[in-house]
């Protein structure tokens, strides 16, 4: 009996870097806030890495496809619940990841003998200024980070995801145009994915990319001000790449 609780630690352990080992390699993903909303940017195969939950919220995610639609899926009823039980416009992020989304990771992720989510997440819920954005990143063990604007990185290791984020920080503000900020991301997943070092002395990004077979950009803006129209708007990459001086 006295040997259980170490053997519980022990499995744990092993279900966590299971999981670490089953997202390694995965496409990053990047949030940045911006005057005109919040851009959400990945690398996938196509609707497979940024989504709409409601109104406000988005999500981007690296993982398995079918955990990232079960998540999906659990957000977009959670937020239609509270959208019913009180107002659209009470529907909050932090809500849906402080009482629903993150409690249910841990719980899946703590029952040794039913399979982990394998997900690695972000979440944005625009404001009326970029000063009022929210953006999650919400691990696959229920933890989640909350940070108000700026720019938010899932990539598949925790050193990856912070070195990226102390490059791209000086690199992108609220100001940065729609374009700018997308080249930056853009440069940043290149460097991620194929284990570049990041440049101090980089000021500029590249303009021109040559993506995985299979692959594509995916991108959405969840717009700061959108009278009678959704928020969320897909984007072509063509719309992100900025036109020739």
Same mark, same amino acid.
């Given at each position: 009996?006295?040997?259980?609780?170490?053997? /519980?630690?022990?499995a744990?352990?092993?279900r966590?870097?299971?999981?670490?080992?089953?997202?390694?390699?995965?496409?990053?993903?990047?949030?940045?806030?911006?005057?005109?909303?919040?851009?959400?940017?990945?690398?996938?195969?196509?609707h497979?890495k940024?989504?709409?939950?409601?109104?406000?919220?988005?999500?981007a #995610?690296?993982?398995?496809p079918t955990?990232?639609?079960?998540?999906?899926?659990?957000?977009?009823?959670?937020?239609?619940?509270?959208?019913?039980?009180?107002?659209?416009?009470?529907v909050?992020?932090?809500?849906?990841?402080s009482?629903?989304?993150?409690?249910?990771?841990?719980?899946?992720?703590?029952q040794?003998?039913?399979p982990?989510f394998l997900?690695?997440?972000?979440?944005?819920?625009?404001?009326?200024?970029?000063t009022?954005?929210?953006?999650?990143r919400?691990?696959?063990?229920?933890?989640?980070?909350?940070?108000?604007?700026?720019?938010?990185?899932?990539?598949?290791?925790?050193?990856?995801t912070?070195?990226? #984020?102390?490059?791209?920080?000086?690199?992108?503000?609220?100001?940065t145009?729609?374009?700018?900020?997308?080249?930056?991301?853009?440069?940043?997943?290149h460097?991620?994915?194929?284990?570049?070092?990041?440049?101090?002395?980089?000021?500029?990004?590249?303009?021109? /990319?040559t993506?995985?077979? #299979?692959?594509?950009?995916?991108?959405?803006?969840?717009?700061?001000?959108?009278?009678?129209?959704?928020?969320?708007q897909?984007?072509?990459?063509?719309?992100?790449?900025?036109?020739?001086?």
């Open positions: 009996m006295t040997e259980e609780p170490y053997r /519980w630690i022990e744990i352990g092993n966590r870097e299971y999981v670490e080992t089953q997202l390694r390699g995965g496409s990053p993903v990047f949030a940045a806030s911006l005057d005109d909303g919040i851009l959400l940017l990945g690398v996938g195969t196509g497979s940024v989504f709409e939950i409601f109104d406000r919220h988005a999500l #995610g690296l993982g398995h955990d990232l639609e079960r998540v999906r899926q659990t957000l977009i009823d959670a937020a239609h619940l509270e959208a019913f039980t009180r107002a659209s416009a009470d909050s992020l932090r809500r849906l990841v009482f629903g989304l993150g409690p249910q990771l841990k719980t899946a992720f703590e040794l003998f039913s982990p997900v690695r997440l972000l979440l944005a819920e625009v404001g009326q200024r970029p009022n954005d929210l953006l999650v919400l691990d696959f063990d229920g933890s989640f980070e909350l940070r108000p604007g700026g720019v938010a990185i899932a990539a598949d290791s925790p050193s990856g912070a070195a990226a #984020g102390d490059w791209l920080a000086p690199r992108i503000d609220s100001s145009s729609l374009p700018d900020a997308s080249l930056w991301l853009l440069e940043a997943w460097r991620l994915t194929a284990s570049e070092p990041f440049p101090a002395d980089l000021d500029r990004p590249r303009t021109a /990319w993506l995985p077979a #299979g692959r594509q950009v995916e991108a959405a803006l969840l717009r700061r001000t959108a009278p009678g129209e959704a928020r969320y897909p984007l072509d990459p063509a719309q992100l790449v900025p036109p020739p001086a």
